[in-house]
């Protein structure tokens, strides 16, 4: 049976979730599940980032210890993730006593090879990323992401020995030329490395809220090196090597592309470092913009999840996200280009299909859905719409994964317009055009239950089939012709209301 781990960014407690944070959560979601529906052995990893100076000022702006700050804000992106139908298998916080442990045997594995050596750093840094910048970064002497003053900080801190692996980095990225996608990312991280790779400051002497140096009990690790070893923590790192050597590296990292330069450099650098294997694979997305701008605090611009459901439902919310933003591309937000796709796809598509089908069912066929034609021109269709939706989330893109899987949607309407069974006589043509729609919506629901976490389970049960298109196995649940036929379809209330513009 094939692994698939894939993992988030552990989120900043500093911040309230906001729909970019869950954009790439919805992604990892709707991966996990569609590699569950193919028999993959699932490992989905979400989490929180909790240390650092970051959360500690935050902390303190909050009134609150840094512990009680990480309690609050963790929780709340647990929250937000139970409401969005989020079904990882782990959360990790990094203030947990298990990671605490994994980062302090990964480090002192690259300490005793040599590839840690005590220094003294003086640096601008910036409080908002928790990186050091040199001059040449800056943006009018501000720093290039949050655009706010950078601070002059001077420390004895160890290093790791970055600049030992340019080398060793470059020859990966060629034998791995899948490794980070999309290609403009992978060029952008070989970019970094051929540009030149100076050693990084790894440890803190000036801030306690952190995992304490095992070597060296005056420092604790600096922010970053602490969070990206939560992906080796959560499947057993230095405590269980059966199980991580089963989930490693055989690894999916998705992550925004302000943080490729850890993803794609540091981390891979520093696995080598400490004797593992680097991540399979990184995929990084673009920014989700609100008019145009990032989404801060500072800017009074975010948008959460809870703001959007209420009105969406989850799988209206979901759809659009994975469906409108592409997974590479910066995209903006918009509210009307999110009901404007809720009506079209879900309302008038699916929802349509759905409830034109179960009422002919009514009136021409006493309830009872019949069998779809083994020889409809739709199957072809329907072959082609999994081998593409197939290869899409493979790339991973959703957005083409639910756009092909739409024109099985759009082709049974159509279908179903040309032969008007609704104004003919019951009988085997009215039979054959409505078991080929209802096999349709059988095969959709399948292929969209990573988007439609609940509507896809809500079609099956309304065709009449037992069980959840989540517990089918593909490809042969999207084979045609599994539709059995003969069973009682149920006419419901509409599935996607349709919203008003
Ligand atoms: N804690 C670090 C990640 C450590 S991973 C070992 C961090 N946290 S974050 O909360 O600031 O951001 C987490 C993720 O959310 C990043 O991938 C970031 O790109 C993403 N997003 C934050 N705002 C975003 C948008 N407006 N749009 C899309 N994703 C964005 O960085």
Redesign the pocket.
Known sequence: MARYYVT?????VN?AP????A??TITADALARWHRLKGDDVWFLTG??EHGLKVKRSAEANGLSPQEQADVYSARFREAWALLDISNDDYIRTTEARHHRAVRALMQAAYNNGWITLGTYEGLYCVAC?AYYVEDDLVDGLCPIHRRPVELLKESNYFFRLSAFSDRLVEWYADNPGAVTPEAKRNEALGLIKGGLQDISVTRTSLDWGVRVPWDGKHVFY??YD??I??ATAVGYGEDTVRFSAWWPAVHH??????LR??CVY?PALCMAAGIDPPHRVSV??????GGE???KTAFNQISPADLVPIFGVDGYRYHFLRDQQFGP?GDFSYEAMVARYNADLANNLGNLLARVSAVVHQKCAGIGPAPRPDSPLAGLAAEVYRSADAAWERPAPSEALEATWLLVRAANAALEAAEPWRAEPGPAVDAVLGDALEVLRIVAVLASPALTRSAAEIWRRIGLPGSPLDVCLPEAALWGGYPGGVAVERGTPLFPRLKA
Not at 8 to 12: A, E, L
Not at 18 to 21: F, T
Not at 254 to 259: A, E
């Open positions: 988030t960014p552990i989120y900043y911040d906001h729909i970019g944070h954009y790439t929180t980032d928790e922010v970053w969070a990206l939560n992906y998705l992550i925004g592309k302000d943080i850890f993803h981390w997305h673009g920014f989700l913009l609100v990032k989404m801060s910066d």
